[in-house]
């Protein structure tokens, strides 16, 4: 998220919670913010737990050097398809996989070596 869709979110949260408070409706502006952030917090756990094991795997030789980036697209279009943590990546097949966009053959034999990688951590 660059620095200026971030102010413009914070711009528009608290305008949201300013007219809402002017409404009488402060719990529930509260409750929807508070499952905003931790989603938002979810979802950057998860792209940073993906960037973290493409840089092992590229170091233990399970990706080339020239598939960083594929790490960075795996993260993008699983979270674009609402995916955002392994239990609900889990949950999808590879022929659900491919029909996100931007997440081709590539990127589905990386995000397997990912999943792989992060199941062999589990159980390290």
């Not at 529930?28 to 905003?36: T, Y």
């Not at 931790?38 to 094991?53: A, G, H, L, R, T």
């Not at 239990?87 to 029909?99: A, M, R």
């Amino acid at each position: 998220m660059s620095r200026t869709d971030y102010d413009y979110y914070i711009y528009h949260t608290l305008t949201q919670i300013r007219d809402i408070l002017q409404l009488g409706f402060a719990k529930e502006i509260r409750e929807e913010n508070l499952r905003l952030a931790e989603n938002k917090v979810n979802e950057q756990n998860f792209i940073k737990q993906i960037s973290d094991y493409t840089d092992e795997l590229i170091s233990k030789g399970g990706l080339a050097q020239s598939q960083k980036h594929v790490g960075t697209r795996v993260s993008s279009c699983l979270v674009r398809a609402g995916i955002t943590s392994f239990e609900e990546y889990d949950t999808w097949g590879g022929k659900e996989l491919v029909k996100i966009r931007n997440f081709g053959g590539r990127t589905l034999e990386a995000a397997t070596k990912i999943r792989a990688w992060h199941e062999r951590k589990q159980r390290d």
